[in-house]
DNA sequence: TTAAGAATTGAACTCCAGTTCATTCTTTTG
DNA sequence: CAAAAGAATGAACTGGAGTTCAATTCTTAA
């Protein structure tokens, strides 16, 4: 009359955990972390609120996973295009074009990843998402140096600012959706600034 | 046997509501938003808790008016410094330098005006916060493109851009300063940046 | 089948910053 | 000076989100 935890057993538990990462997911991308409350995911989840203190510690432990999760898939179709074929300079502008189209498309998870007033924990979340952005940017930076494409510079800090100036940029138009036109426009200004800023460019025809 | 708001008893108030922004001014600066109450505000002004609400309907638009004033102040002396003589491309660079500078020595206050978490209303104060300064960006691009100093552009979205970096390029050293020559080298790097960002620039020598 | 122990439940609880308001103190004016 | 009205007080309250835990249900193994 022992009760040991079964391989079924297991899995069981794993699925809710699971069903609770992706009722999560769910709702941070309709309402972002403020918006979403443990009962609310619970209830999206098909489990009881306590349930979810049994898989994670707090909503911000919850959260973390979710954001971590939302990350790692988006930094890989950014590293994609980094590794891509091609110059430094063509790469980083489908680099900055990838990064902010994929944003839009997905406004409120977007939004809730990169801006979302919430809490100290969770900026640091934050920063830790950006961070390999930034860290892939650096590389086709310092590859554009060596390939004379792109100025010495620290690339550390052009980096930086490449990460803000479009989460700047998208702040905005996360919030508000644009038109197709003026989302088109503001990708291609966009693009325009960040390879400049990495380095000379041929300057275009005026007005 | 009527009483009527006096002279004098309108200078009490006033002198009592501005104890009030001083002191949340001052606290702000010290330990930010959220590390701030109600309670510690009315006893560094020397007034009760109640007062405060006499005098402001919540935190929220306390601290607003906090906000606005350091803002004010802030941004004079950055409009100085994008009035001053010189090329666009030198009053640029000096305004990145100003902006970096000032924040940096302000760290705690410039970090609450800029990145501290806290919630919507008061995130809409920030981008509020920021947008004189794009503005004022935005205009010295355009001087510089009517001057041939940088290639025509959307000035609009650069000075977004150019104000999102300066704020990503700060993030980090507003929370751990940094020791003096490091600041001075990431204030370089910025302000190099910026100035490619906004239009082409004689290449340097390489490594 | 049944007892032991694990998993689940969800109503209730905690916590706490922001806010309130009955009371007290001050000022004005007849 | 006394009455009326305003200003100030600060302990107590509140609301709501996050969290807990005693009770219940389910699973295992003898």
Not at 72 to 94: C, K, S, W
Not at 95 to 119: D, P, Q, Y
């Amino acid at each position: 009359m022992v009760y040991r935890r079964t391989p079924k057993m297991q899995s069981r538990i794993d699925a809710a955990r699971e069903q609770i990462v992706t009722a999560a997911h769910r709702l941070v991308a309709e309402s972002g972390y403020g918006g979403t409350g443990i009962p609310d995911i619970a209830k999206e989840a098909g489990v009881s609120t306590g349930s979810v203190y049994v898989h994670f510690p707090s909503k911000t432990a919850l959260f973390s996973e979710v954001y971590q999760r939302a990350s790692r898939h988006e930094i890989e179709a950014f590293r994609e295009v980094a590794e891509a074929h091609g110059t430094a300079r063509e790469r980083l502008a489908r680099m900055v074009e990838t990064f902010a189209r994929r944003a839009l498309a997905g406004r409120k998870l977007a939004w809730a990843l990169l801006v979302e007033s919430v809490n100290q924990e969770i900026d640091a979340e934050r920063l830790r998402f950006r961070e390999p952005y930034r860290a892939i940017i650096e590389d086709v930076i310092n590859e554009g140096i060596n390939a004379d494409e792109f100025v010495y510079q620290d690339a550390r800090v052009t980096s930086m600012c490449i990460v803000g100036a479009i989460v700047e940029a998208l702040v905005g138009p996360l919030s508000n959706a644009l038109e197709t036109d003026e989302e088109g426009r503001l990708v291609d200004s966009l693009t325009q600034v960040c390879l400049r800023s990495a380095g000379p460019i041929n300057s275009e025809p005026r007005g």
